[in-house]
């Protein structure tokens, strides 16, 4: 491709409304352009990396035994309101009506539509397993886009949906997509870690998130030093210690505490550590309001008490709900004297002598010790894990780290099938329902991942596999004759032996080619500058920033050796 005729529009500055570098490099690269908040188009040097990344997921799921289908993007709401999500999603669904005012979605996810299609084509369990999987553009109502590619309302994704008859199938499936991805992830270059994760809306249970670690990563994730352990931070297990401190129990008895409420403020007030307090939270589990108990120096995790409760929603009581249930002041509650269920972390089980509020203004308890002054309902993980801490396989310590989620897989069960009555007969003739598993990757967002991990400060630095082009060819002055011979010689050369070349043969400055090079991150650049007449060009690879002088009639050699090294293959 010649690039004087290539839609490639650089920019020399940096937009002001791009806060992290993949959406600012891939702006000034002439990557994409901003046609709505959180839509872009892609331009053609955006379009061919997605094409390679695409090409990677396609090879790995069809050797994983996937069928690659497409489904509408249209959605008829009858169909996200016999899964129940046409409510449950909220604002993130984007509606609308047609001409005879019937209501439909444009699809964010695919499991009503995959769901319905399976219950309409396969009957018998002698079709299954099966594996469906498609890659299209998804549509989510985000109330805040921001960061480019990594959170927008239109993105490219990969689903797949998988429909089995029993647990055990759905489990090697399950193991058969981690492979796929850790596969694809590897391949298109990235530093991943795969993490216990929330199945959240999505339903189902069992669920890892493949994390692509970059310090922009909204989500954070615990891993351990001295194992595989990885978790997403809402998900982390706590190790659970059965020490207790054997110092005598204390007489309870009530303090004034003036106006502290914050376990900081009580701990100052009356000079002990944050560990020794109880923090109570009344907390609404459904429709059933129960005071929830954490150590003082810990913070209640609600998606681990919503899990470990049984809970579909979890809500913190609001004020006049606190003043209301427990006839006290948010801060000044406690677990004693109180008549509504307690549940209480692991960690309270340890405390001695602890002080709680005493549900009484400006007042707590201190010895304050439980099964004797107050009686736990359930105890459950329901903390956040925090740095430092013993890794709950018991191997090596905590570590936090960012990540940004490029894809998920997900045993979904009968979630779908047994909502919308999806069914097959079995072995006997009898009708049971599906088990499911689903599996995504964002593909667009795999993109931008890939460059938050790959860049320095002259631009990106694509790996070979994903990169628009796999040479970058410079004719450094293209009105001399003798460069551009050798110049357009190579480029015919370099295509005829399958390179894909972005040959820059426009009419600028060096320094405005070399600075576009950088910027654009191809991984070979070739320049064809002074020594033309000798047959002599410069080689360089993006990556390493030296150059080398190489011979035409040595330029086969030398590209597939450089090619060897970046593909990791020499």
Same mark, same amino acid.
């Given at each position: ?269 009356? =000079?002990?550590?944050? @560990? %020794?307090?109880?923090? $109570? ?6 429709? *059933?309001?129960?005071? &929830?108990? !954490? ?49 209480? =972390?692991?960690?309270? @089980? %340890?405390?001695?002598? $602890? ?6 203004? *400006?007042?707590?308890? &201190?010895? !304050? ?202």
């Amino acid at each position: 491709m010649k690039q004087s005729s290539f839609l490639l529009p650089t920019l020399r500055d940096v937009p002001s409304d791009a806060e992290v570098i993949s959406h600012q490099l891939m702006l000034r690269s002439g990557m994409m352009k901003q046609i709505a908040s959180g839509v872009y188009a892609y331009l053609p040097l955006a379009k061919r990396v997605i094409q390679n990344v695409e090409s990677i997921v396609r090879d790995e799921m069809n050797k994983a035994g996937a069928q690659e289908l497409t489904m509408p993007t249209l959605h008829p709401a009858e169909l996200w309101q016999e899964s129940g999500r046409w409510d449950k999603m909220g604002g993130e669904l984007i509606r609308l009506q047609d001409r005879h005012e019937r209501n439909f979605a444009l699809g964010p996810t695919h499991e009503e539509v995959i769901t319905s299609i399976v219950r309409d084509f396969v009957q018998s369990y002698k079709k299954l397993p099966m594996n469906l999987y498609q890659i299209q553009t998804k549509f989510r109502d985000e109330r805040r886009p921001r960061f480019g590619l990594l959170r927008g309302r239109e993105f490219i994704m990969k689903d797949a949906y998988s429909f089995h008859t029993d647990a055990d199938s759905l489990d090697a499936e399950y193991q058969n997509m981690y492979q796929a991805y850790s596969n694809i992830f590897t391949r298109v270059g990235l530093t991943f870690r795969p993490v216990i994760a929330d199945s959240g809306a999505m339903g189902g249970k069992d669920t890892h998130e493949f994390m692509a670690l970059a310090s922009v990563g909204e989500d954070t994730i615990a891993y351990s030093d001295g194992s595989d352990y990885a978790a997403n931070i809402e998900m982390a297990a706590v190790h659970v210690s059965d020490e207790k401190s054997d110092e005598s129990q204390m007489e309870l008895s009530k303090v004034h505490t003036a106006d502290a409420k914050s376990v900081s403020q009580v701990a100052n007030h009356l =000079d002990v550590e944050e @560990k %020794n307090i109880i923090k $109570s939270l009344l907390v609404q589990l459904d429709d *059933e309001f129960v005071l &929830v108990l !954490v150590r003082g120096d810990h913070e209640l995790n609600e998606v681990k008490l919503k899990h470990a409760f049984h809970a579909k929603e979890v809500r913190l009581a609001s004020e006049v709900d606190v003043q209301d249930v427990m006839n006290a002041s948010v801060g000044q509650i406690g677990p004693v004297g109180t008549k509504v269920k307690i549940y209480a =972390d692991f960690a309270i @089980k %340890n405390m001695v002598n $602890s002080i709680c509020g005493a549900n009484e203004t *400006e007042h707590h308890f &201190v010895g !304050v010790n439980v099964e004797r002054d107050f009686q736990v309902d359930a105890y459950g993980d329901i903390r956040f894990i925090q740095e430092g801490e013993l890794s709950p396989d018991g191997n090596g310590t905590i570590h936090f780290a960012q990540g940004i989620e490029i894809g998920q897989v997900f045993k979904l069960g009968t979630f779908y099938s047994e909502s919308m009555n999806a069914q097959v007969l079995d072995e006997n003739g009898k009708a049971k329902p599906i088990l499911m598993g689903c599996y995504g990757i964002g593909v667009s967002r795999v993109v931008a991942a890939i460059i938050e991990q790959h860049h320095d400060e002259n631009g990106i630095v694509w790996p070979y596999d994903v990169a628009p082009f796999h040479i970058h060819l410079l004719a450094m002055n293209s009105k001399n004759a003798e460069q551009k011979e050798l110049a357009d010689h190579l480029y015919e050369l370099l295509k005829s032996k399958g390179y894909q070349v972005l040959y820059d043969d426009r009419p600028e400055r060096a320094g405005v080619k070399f600075k576009d090079a950088d910027l654009i991150g191809i991984p070979i650049r070739l320049s064809v500058g002074k020594k033309a007449n000798e047959g002599i060009v410069e080689l360089k690879i993006r990556k390493e920033g030296e150059m080398e002088e190489v011979a035409l009639q040595e330029i086969e050699e030398a590209l597939a050796n450089k090619v060897l090294e970046l593909k990791g293959q020499a």
